[in-house]
């Protein structure tokens, strides 16, 4: 459905991608591991055309291309089909939850008022945030708060969900609660890409892992065969380090 291939970015005279191949199938849920500073978000926003790659190749259901080549409509076209949700939830301050959710379908997908209420309440039931459909952010956890942003994502029906550590700045309990939501997302037949540093996540809901070191995948594979019986001694030493002691 998705893939981009020998993607290649640098930062001046930094590397940060060396060739890198993603695939992303339709319904699966893909893990992306990785110390800081190995490339995980620039190759989030290398897909979503946050940042121009310099070289590579990019694949979406039919269309092909030359990832530098792809031009502007292009872009708009590519990015309608993917969802992103990051670290810093970015709702509007001065918007109720609702009319977080409902903006960009009366903005940008042109969707009458009527129709973008109802399915705004539609998702926020979904992430559990029906009861505070009037709040504003301030008002929120930071934990409700991305469960917003999450329905906010969702309710434009993407192909494919790009989650960029959507739980880093939460505390455990609050980590909790959007995990469940994006289990549920999961299990509910959604395609995601999720950068994250939460180990159980990757090895119960995630159905492929991906695991980057400098710029390239050391290691990928079914989460299963990634978490019991990692191939390479860089992934066996990254696993160690993490204290889930599954390994
Ligand atoms: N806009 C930028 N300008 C210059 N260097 C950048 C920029 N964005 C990222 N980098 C560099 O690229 C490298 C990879 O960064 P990236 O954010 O992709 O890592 P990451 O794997 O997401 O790390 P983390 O787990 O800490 O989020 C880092 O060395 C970083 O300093
Ligand atoms: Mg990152």
Redesign the pocket.
Known sequence: MLEVKNIHKR??D?E?LKGVDFKVEKGSVIAVL??????????LRCISFL?RADQGEIQFDDFRKDITAVSKPEIRALRMKMGFVFQGYNLFRNMTALQNVMEGLTTARKIPEAEAKKRAREVLDKVGMSDRENFYPDQLSGGQQQRVAIARTIAYNPEVILFD?PTSALDPQLTGEVLEVMKKLAEEGATMVV?THEMEFARKVANWVVF?EDGVIVEEGTSEEFFSNPKKERTRQFLQKTDTGLV
């Open positions: 930062f001046g930094n940060v990785g110390n800081s500073g190995s490339g995980k978000t620039t190759l940042e550590e950068v980057m």
